[in-house]
């Protein structure tokens, strides 16, 4: 059997997730392991990746940007 740090578990939860505790609680773990992520899908988002995303999603002059002025 896994033993959890309850402790760490409780700080990313409450301190960096924002939950109330009762929230907390309520969540099963695989719910709070969706809501911290994959962390051997997440990192820093490096030069090739970046390069390949902005290759992909190219600013334009004539795009839209939201903005009235």
Do not use: I
């Not at 911290?36 to 600013?59: C, I, N, Q, V, W």
């Amino acid at each position: 059997m896994t033993r959890l740090d309850w402790p760490a578990l409780m700080r990313v939860g409450l301190r960096g997730l924002g939950l109330q505790p009762d929230v907390f609680w309520a969540l099963t773990p695989a719910e709070l392991q969706t809501m911290l992520g994959d962390p051997s899908k997440s990192g820093p988002l490096l030069s090739t990746r970046l390069e390949a995303l902005m290759a992909s999603y190219p600013d334009t002059e004539d795009e839209d940007d939201g903005n009235d002025g």
